[in-house]
């Protein structure tokens, strides 16, 4: 099972980027997929999920109404559009398959790293 996570950068507050998470290793579409982060001397936590057919997305309260998780199984990815970027938002982002608000394997990526700084 390997996950790689890109599109990470630095933006302003306000701004929006785009992340991208590549799958390989398992039946992508037989599983939920989801986004967790971790800032700075802190623990990871989950951020957005998205059930295996796509019709169910589902956010920490923290992002809802900014961020837009999607999916494309036929090309095993999935992707977090973040918009109204907030410091706060500052963190390493990674993706796995998901259960619920739980990740399913041990494997990470290496994430992609998210700042947002005036």
């Known amino acids: 099972v390997q996950f790689v996570e890109s599109g990470g950068g630095m933006v302003q507050p306000g701004g929006s980027l785009r992340l991208s998470c590549t799958a390989s290793?398992?039946?992508?579409?037989?599983?939920?997929m989801g986004w967790f982060r971790q800032a700075p001397g802190k623990g990871r936590h989950f951020v957005a999920g998205?059930?295996?057919?796509?019709?169910?997305?589902y956010y920490s309260d923290s992002v809802k109404g900014r961020f837009t998780i999607s999916r494309d199984n036929d090309n095993m990815t999935a992707h977090l559009q973040m918009d109204s970027l907030e410091p706060e938002d500052t963190a390493v982002y990674f993706c796995?398959?998901?259960?619920?608000?739980?990740?399913?394997?041990?494997?990470w990526g290496r994430g992609t790293q998210v700042t947002v700084s005036p």
């Open positions: 290793g398992f039946t992508f579409s037989d599983y939920g």
């Open positions: 796995n398959a998901v259960a619920g608000h739980s990740f399913f394997f041990d494997s």
């Open positions: 998205i059930n295996w057919s796509g019709s169910n997305p």
